[in-house]
């Protein structure tokens, strides 16, 4: 015959093995769904773009920030509107129309980080000047960049690149023209 009292004790040893494991499985999975949300943040660019904005609003420009190109190569009929991209890609900018003035995208990032941020541009005498400075990945910052023509090719220029740029230009071979996007933005 069956102890009903020896059924009774086994079942209630596995109900209390069960309901330490179930609490043990919540604990588990309650660590794994917060490790994943921190994670999460902190492998995302939000952090970086609070900190590139932070500092964009804190930058002062030094003199070779307010360098302006040659009148020769200024383009103030250019539309800049469009992909650009410097260097392998490693920032870019999407420029777009917007009621006035052109909402600008910026991306920007390398081997460690990638982030992508807004800014609010004016076009105007050949000058694309933005709401807040830009801080590139490499670490270029600049409010502004000048549209600029050479050799019939569409350039946008940060004021820090503009004196190697002149240096360059004044120069440069023709089949070495493509290693200007390493000092200025071009279409992409």
Same mark, same amino acid.
């Given at each position: 015959?069956?102890?009903?009292?020896?059924?009774?004790?086994?079942?209630?040893?596995?109900?209390?093995?069960?309901?330490?494991?179930?609490?043990?499985?919540?604990?588990?999975?309650?660590?794994?769904?917060?490790?994943?949300?921190?994670?999460?943040?902190?492998?995302?660019?939000?952090?970086?773009?609070?900190?590139?904005?932070?500092?964009?609003?804190?930058?002062?420009?030094?003199? =070779?920030?307010?360098? $302006?190109?040659? /009148?020769? #190569? @200024?383009? *103030?009929?250019?539309?800049?509107?469009?992909?650009?991209? %410097?260097?392998?890609?490693?920032?870019?900018?999407?420029?777009?129309?917007?009621?006035?003035?052109?909402?600008?995208?910026?991306?920007?990032?390398?081997?460690?980080?990638?982030?992508?941020?807004?800014?609010?541009?004016?076009?105007?005498?050949?000058?694309?000047?933005?709401?807040?400075?830009?801080?590139?990945?490499?670490?270029?910052?600049?409010?502004?960049?000048? =549209?600029?023509?050479? $050799?019939?090719? /569409?350039? #946008? @220029?940060? *004021?820090?690149?503009?004196?190697?740029?002149?240096?360059? %230009?004044?120069?440069?071979?023709?089949?070495?023209?493509?290693?200007?996007?390493?000092?200025?933005?071009?279409?992409?």
């Amino acid at each position: 015959m069956v102890d009903l009292s020896t059924i009774r004790k086994q079942s209630q040893k596995l109900v209390g093995k069960y309901r330490l494991s179930t609490s043990w499985l919540v604990v588990i999975g309650m660590s794994v769904l917060l490790g994943t949300a921190i994670g999460l943040f902190l492998s995302s660019s939000l952090p970086i773009r609070w900190s590139l904005n932070r500092r964009a609003r804190n930058w002062e420009p030094t003199a =070779a920030d307010l360098a $302006r190109p040659e /009148d020769g #190569l @200024l383009a *103030p009929n250019m539309n800049v509107v469009g992909e650009w991209f %410097t260097g392998i890609g490693s920032t870019s900018l999407t420029i777009k129309p917007g009621g006035g003035s052109y909402e600008v995208k910026c991306d920007t990032g390398g081997c460690l980080w990638r982030c992508d941020f807004q800014r609010e541009g004016i076009f105007a005498k050949s000058e694309l000047r933005f709401d807040l400075p830009i801080i590139q990945y490499n670490p270029v910052a600049f409010d502004r960049v000048f =549209a600029v023509r050479f $050799r019939d090719k /569409d350039y #946008l @220029l940060p *004021p820090a690149n503009v004196k190697r740029f002149m240096e360059y %230009t004044s120069s440069i071979q023709e089949d070495d023209i493509d290693s200007l996007r390493w000092l200025a933005f071009v279409r992409r």
